[in-house]
């Protein structure tokens, strides 16, 4: 599956931002989908994932609350929406895809990427 996210931007801090990830060549609901993201001079952190059928989600604890992660899969699209921003979630955000039978809240084992899309967030 081929994934491209889109949706980035520059927001103040409290503000709101949508990110989307489409998918295609492959059977969407066949995949889990995650979020993550890379700040300049930081490793990439795991933001979050949500299952194939989208009845599960999973949040790391620092955007618990803010952020929710959905997915339409008629429409071969996820979402990472984001709320309350903070200048500490400025980086470069990606989408990335597993099969679905993986564990949907590990981080591991996501082998398809987009392209990133940078959120910036001004205090």
């Known amino acids: 599956v081929q994934l491209q996210a889109s949706g980035g931007g520059l927001v103040q801090a409290g503000g709101s931002l949508r990110l989307s990830c489409a998918a295609s060549?492959?059977?969407?609901?066949?995949?889990?989908i995650g979020w993550f993201r890379q700040a300049p001079g930081k490793e990439r952190e795991f933001v979050g994932s949500?299952?194939?059928?989208?009845?599960?989600?999973y949040y790391r604890d620092s955007v618990k609350g803010r952020f929710t992660i959905s997915r339409n899969n008629a429409k071969n699209i996820a979402y990472l929406q984001m709320d309350s921003l903070l200048p500490d979630d400025t980086a470069v955000y990606y989408c990335?895809?597993?099969?679905?039978?993986?564990?949907?809240?590990?981080?591991?084992?996501?082998?398809?990427w987009g392209q990133g899309t940078q959120v910036t967030v001004s205090s």
């Open positions: 990335a895809a597993k099969y679905r039978t993986l564990i949907f809240s590990s981080e591991d084992y996501f082998d398809s």
């Open positions: 060549g492959g059977t969407f609901s066949d995949y889990v």
């Open positions: 949500i299952n194939w059928s989208g009845s599960g989600t």
